[in-house]
């Protein structure tokens, strides 16, 4: 099954500074629960979305199209994730925690304690044969690195794929909940931890054990509240804050280079996709690649005042819509579901998955091996390592790329001589049919002169059948 990334986007109310600085002229007007203009003073557009949640939404509405889908899902051991972007004070946390975690009212409760309450929700009405646990893992990507907020020890967690394929967090803290109100607890102590300069990810992993047979299976839930992207010209950030912001900005751009490369069409698909140029982008490669269910709120600010970066965001999620992604059950599961006939791997997964486990397994004796068969085949590729096989099938695609950019120039100049052919006819064409009405009224002209003459010579011949005057003598 192939579904897109859901995206939405969401303006909050304007702030009072907002209000202040451009007196309540706001960026854009609402046209329908899916779409709305946006304006500034060059341009005026139309955008659309899978749902735009305006200044007036309630949480619950977000929750309810944007999260409990995967929340629905996950209890059947489908990964799924919800990110939040947006400018720096967008309304990214507010959306994911609330105006604050634990005492707030049930109204402004914001996703994550309401992922929690769906997720045990979903549990109680699930069937007898199976026996559910749910974990919760809280870390913060700063300046590049993986933080535990449940064990602030561990500093430096590493990214890991496990035989599955899935991205792991190594070593990181899980805790066992098993009520909505011990989980917002665990939540409301570690959350204040984290900070608005970080990536703050929330997961919480679904374990399904039947009772019949033991098979275990596993869904997540991950929760991003994304670092706000900044200007830092506007801001005047110096020292730390300017370090900061640009390890932030860069992560960001990594992630808009991940949606770029993954958007490109099918000819792209299996070329590479740079998902280890940064550490959230390589934890979100789950997410954005295709196994996983994914949603993904644009926050804006409604200001004027705001109007160039609410557009970027805007961008950003025009882009992030045309990813394909095709959610799976939890590889554990995947064995089990193809002998059942449910669901089969695309032709890319496949390839994707034998050339990883050739990576894996290959050592030092088999590349050697792989090498003499390359140049007996006539193939005459240096592979020295693992590392450089993996460069190889790069170069092979990048090259792929270029060639195919190329015959793209050359049909793009192939167009340009013919519009220039088609041009030169279209005056020859014009000049033709000037001619030939010249031509035509010549040839009119002629026939006037013939009439004309013939009257004469007949005048004359009338006249030369009297005789000649006789004077009187
Ligand atoms: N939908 C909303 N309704 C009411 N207030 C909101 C809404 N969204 C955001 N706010 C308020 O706007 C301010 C900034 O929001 P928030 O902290 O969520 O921004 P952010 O996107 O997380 O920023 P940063 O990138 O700096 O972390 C907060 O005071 C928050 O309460
Ligand atoms: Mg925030």
């Given at each position: 099954m192939m579904s897109n990334i859901t995206v939405c986007a969401r303006f909050r109310p304007l702030s009072a500074k907002e209000r202040k600085d451009s007196?309540?002229?706001?960026c854009i007007s609402s046209i329908d629960s899916e779409s709305f203009i946006f304006k500034d003073e060059k341009d005026e557009c139309t955008y659309s979305f899978d749902k735009v949640f305006y200044e007036e939404s309630k949480q619950a509405d977000v929750y309810e199209f944007l999260a409990l889908p995967i929340v629905k899902d996950a209890v059947k051991g489908v990964n799924g994730t919800i990110i939040t972007y947006g400018q720096?004070?967008?309304?990214k946390t507010y959306s994911v925690?609330?105006?604050?975690?634990?005492?707030?009212d049930v109204q402004k409760k914001g996703l994550l304690p309401r992922v929690v309450d769906g997720l045990f929700e979903c549990i109680k009405s699930a069937d007898e044969s199976t026996k559910y646990t749910i974990k919760l893992s809280m870390v913060e990507i700063y300046m590049e690195k993986v933080r535990d907020l449940l064990d602030l020890t561990k500093d430096n967690i590493q990214i890991k794929e496990n035989k599955e394929q899935e991205i792991l967090l190594s070593g990181v803290t899980e805790i066992t909940i098993s009520d909505p109100e011990g989980a917002l607890q665990s939540l409301s102590t570690e959350m204040?931890?984290?900070?608005?300069r970080s990536h703050c990810i929330y997961i919480l992993t679904v374990q399904l054990e039947s009772n019949t047979d033991k098979r275990v299976k596993t869904g997540k839930v991950i929760l991003v509240d994304l670092a706000g992207s900044e200007k830092v010209e506007k801001t005047g950030a110096e020292g730390k804050v300017l370090e900061e912001s640009k390890t932030i900005n860069k992560s960001l751009s990594a992630l808009g280079n991940v949606i770029n490369a993954l958007t490109?069409?099918?000819?792209?698909?299996s070329s590479h996709i740079p998902?280890?140029?940064s550490k959230l982008t390589r934890i979100l490669q789950d997410a954005l690649g295709g196994n996983s269910r994914t949603a993904l709120l644009c926050c804006c600010s409604p200001s004027a005042s705001n109007a160039s970066e609410t557009l970027s965001t805007i961008r950003f999620g025009m882009r992030a819509k045309h990813i394909k992604a095709s959610p799976l059950?939890?590889?554990?599961?995947d064995k089990h579901a193809k002998k059942h006939g449910d669901i089969s791997p695309t032709k890319d997964e496949s390839c994707d998955r034998i050339l990883n486990k050739l990576r894996e397994r290959l050592d030092d004796e088999d590349v050697k091996l792989l090498e003499e068969l390359f140049i007996l085949e006539g193939l005459f590729i240096d592979v020295t390592s693992v590392e450089d096989l993996e460069s190889a099938y790069q170069d092979v695609t990048s090259w792929t790329i270029s060639s195919l950019q190329q015959a793209v120039e050359e049909l793009i100049y192939t167009v340009e001589e013919l519009k220039r052919e088609n041009k030169d006819l279209k005056a020859r064409l014009a000049d033709a049919e000037r001619f030939d009405a010249m031509r035509k009224k010549t040839e009119d002209n002629a026939g006037v002169l013939l009439k004309i003459s013939g009257i004469i010579s007949f005048l004359f011949s009338w006249a030369g059948s009297f005789s000649p005057l006789k004077m009187p003598s």
């Open positions: 007196c309540d002229s706001i720096t004070g967008a309304g925690e609330g105006p604050s975690i634990l005492e707030c204040n931890v984290g900070s608005s490109c069409g099918p000819s792209t698909r998902f280890r140029d059950v939890s590889r554990r599961e």
